[in-house]
């Protein structure tokens, strides 16, 4: 066997290992008990080299109903697109999302184009009863969540008043 016929198997195994950990994570985490769970499954299947966007479709009890990888960019950007993600979720009925993707860089703060996205997430969740939870950006030590810094919070009030006007 050649290097290259080497190197192509190996990243064959690489995807087979890839679709058994998220076999294992829908039939293992059906209910999602804290950020650490998400981060943690992440964490073992993202590459590490390349911004990867993933979403996990729960329903109204906050149980898995799907898990999936939305886009894999480079370095420094993942393309998402809303619409997508919404598509999916629909497919699927789900109650809620919860989106989380990696910082190659190792510093898990929000680039203006994460905030965009959440932003944007959010209101087109919200215009079809569907939930953003959360978004977490995961780092080589830390993690940032949308949820927990108040992100959320604050565009619930502005979705709020936009509505009742």
């Known amino acids: 066997m050649n290097i290259q016929e080497k190197i192509s198997r190996f990243k064959e195994l690489q995807a087979e ?3 058994l950990q998220e076999d294992v994570f829908k ?4 209910h999602l008990k804290g950020q650490a769970d ?3 499954f992440i964490k073992s299947v993202s590459p590490v080299d390349k911004e990867t966007v993933y979403c996990i479709f729960l329903d109204a009890k ?9 886009s ?3 370095l420094v950007m993942s393309v998402c697109y809303p619409r997508e993600i919404i598509k999916e979720a629909l497919a699927r009925a789900a109650y809620s999302v919860v989106l989380v993707h990696n910082h190659p860089s190792g510093n898990p703060e929000p680039s203006e184009n994460d905030k965009k996205i959440a932003r944007i997430m ?3 969740g919200k215009s079809c009863d569907i939930n953003l939870l959360d978004s977490v950006i ?3 030590e830390e993690n ?5 810094t108040g992100f959320f919070r604050t565009l619930e009030c502005k979705y709020n008043n936009f509505i009742t006007e």
């Open 27 to 30: 039939a293992k985490s059906r």
């Open 122 to 124: 959010y209101v087109a």
């Open 72 to 74: 894999e960019g480079t």
């Open 62 to 70: 906050n149980k898995v109903i799907d898990f999936k990888k939305m």
């Open 138 to 140: 995961i780092g080589a």
């Open 38 to 40: 998400v981060i943690n």
């Open 144 to 148: 940032y969540s949308f949820y927990e």
């Open 17 to 19: 290992i890839l679709f």
